[in-house]
Nanobody, 114 residues
């Protein structure tokens, strides 16, 4: 069973930057396409960024040009760098495979506010 542990995030200002990371257990991490998802209060969870096992990336229109997903297979870790933050980026951020296959972790809160 793969376990996912997200960390980072916190409080950021509009126009600022934050980063989140996710460590996955198991030896098959490098074989999976991974994604960062977010869920704001009252909204469904949505995929905002994905990265294939080969390193190709894709982004939701709402974050394209501002967010960057990356991975380090040696560390079983996937990262999300968030720049030019907007209040509407406020959400709990989760990682999982893309599409999601494993139990969700606890997520990490990102709040964008002045």
């Amino acid at each position: 069973q793969v376990q996912l542990v997200e960390s980072g995030g916190g409080l950021g200002q509009p126009g600022g930057s934050l980063s989140v990371s996710c460590v996955a257990s198991g030896s098959m991490f490098r074989a999976y396409a991974m994604g960062w998802y977010r869920q704001a209060p009252g909204n469904q969870r949505e995929l905002v960024a994905g990265i294939t096992s080969g390193g190709n990336t894709n982004y939701a229109a709402s974050v394209k040009g501002r967010f960057t997903i990356s991975r380090d297979n040696a560390k079983n870790t996937v990262y999300l760098q968030m720049n030019s933050l907007k209040p509407e980026d406020t959400a709990v951020y989760y990682c999982n495979t893309d599409p999601n296959m494993f139990p969700w972790g606890q997520g990490t809160q990102v709040t964008v506010s002045s």
